[in-house]
């Protein structure tokens, strides 16, 4: 097997794991394998909701994994170990090595060491950053012995290249653990999560399309499906539309990895651009596999064979604030709160007066003390920090 054909399988895995966190110990063990290391870690810590914490490992001693089990030791982690992204940024990689904390007594670096270090017995490290925020991060990490040779550009790009479709199943991944902690029947899960989910078949077909999805189907003018249960889309849009899907069934022709991208992201518009929703395309193969999936639904969705799945949102799709961690971090009110959430929305002063049945006056005056409580000193500002603290779904490009 090539390595370009090796690496498309393991993104294919990388998707279904995302619907069936049992497969990520065989993603890591691939990773680790095929980027020459000894042991891979993927993990979530986000300090604002606690309860989307995960961690998933390959060839890490039990010693080491309850040590990271350890809320302090995870964001000791996050918060060394996140300024080393500030030259590549989001989705980029670093390596580093850490043989110098075993030096520092007294130090976050030394607890990291005698921790997490020390019974793995690793000192090389690469690592790409798929998520980042104040409180927030996700990284999966690959590890050498402090005996092995340093990591390369090679094993650099190859996690930047899988960062991609790792941080679009964190997306996925997420989008899930909101239904199924909200107790939500898992037997009709797609049909409850917040955006628009559509499954094709190896060839191209739809065979389910959730809610959300049907919605869009029925009242828009930019997509549709043709006689053979096909997506139709605007002629100038067809073509790229087609292309992310025969690459999420791994059936285009590639020669190398500048080619090579699995999926994609895209708008779809009307043809008087007024109109228009956001898609993510990737591949998903294993939806049996996942609990809750194996009754109520139609039997093209119960194969081994490729499969695509599209993501899709519209522009008001609605923004999930964080609002627990507003009221307690910055002291908001119900109301303030309230206003937050539409503001996020895109509503203007005026709309959100409506909506709250106040006076534009008094949602003047609740945005300054928003503004105070918050830190913020212009509209545009406070909504970068709102969204920071959205939980909606983001297409990954």
Not at 104 to 116: A, N, P, R, V
Not at 125 to 139: G, H, I, P
Not at 331 to 336: F, P, Y
Not at 357 to 377: D, N, P
């Amino acid at each position: 097997m090539s390595d370009f054909e090796r690496e498309n399988e393991l993104i294919g895995t990388i998707y279904d794991a995302s619907m069936n966190s049992a497969l990520w110990s065989n993603v890591l063990e691939e990773i680790v394998d095929y980027t020459e290391s000894k042991t891979a870690i993927f993990t979530v810590c986000d300090q604002l909701n606690p309860k989307f914490d995960f961690v998933y490992s390959f060839n890490i001693p039990e010693e080491g994994l309850l040590a990271y089990a350890d809320e302090q030791v995870k964001v000791i982690d996050m918060k060394l170990h996140t300024p080393h992204w500030q030259s590549v940024g989001l989705g980029g990689a670093v390596k580093q090595d850490f043989t110098s904390y075993a030096t520092m007594l007294g130090t976050d670096e030394y607890i990291f060491y005698e921790k997490c270090l020390k019974p793995t017995g690793i000192s090389h490290v690469c690592a790409v950053l798929l998520e980042q925020a104040k409180y927030q991060w996700a990284v999966l990490a690959t590890h050498r012995a402090a005996t092995a040779k340093p990591f390369e550009k090679t094993q650099l790009d190859i996690l930047t290249r899988l960062g991609v479709h790792l941080r679009r199943a964190l997306q996925i991944h997420r989008q899930l653990s909101t239904v199924k902690q909200e107790n939500q029947n898992l037997s009709s899960l797609l049909d409850y999560i917040r955006v628009g989910v559509i499954i094709l078949d190896q060839d191209s077909r739809l065979v389910y399309a959730n809610k959300k999805a049907q919605s869009v189907f029925e009242h828009s003018t930019y997509i549709s499906i043709d006689r053979f249960n096909r997506l139709k889309v605007n002629v100038r849009d067809q073509a790229t539309l087609d292309q992310y899907i025969l690459s999420a069934l791994f059936q285009r022709n590639i020669t190398n990895f500048n080619d090579s991208e699995v999926g994609g992201v895209m708008s779809l518009n009307d043809e008087s651009d007024q109109d228009s929703i956001l898609i993510s395309v990737v591949p998903f193969s294993n939806l049996q596999n996942h609990v809750g999936l194996n009754s109520g639904y139609s039997e093209n969705l119960q194969t081994q064979s490729p499969q695509v799945a599209i993501f899709l949102t519209t522009p008001n799709h609605q923004v999930y604030l964080a609002k627990q961690y507003l009221m307690t971090h910055y002291q908001l009110s119900n109301r303030e709160t309230e206003i937050c959430e539409y503001f996020a929305q895109g509503l203007d002063l005026t709309q959100i007066a409506t909506q709250c049945g106040i006076t534009l006056s008094s949602v003047r005056t609740y945005l300054k003390h928003i503004f105070i409580k918050v830190g913020c000193k212009s509209q545009a500002e406070l909504m970068r920090k709102l969204l920071n603290y959205s939980t909606s779904f983001q297409h990954i490009h």
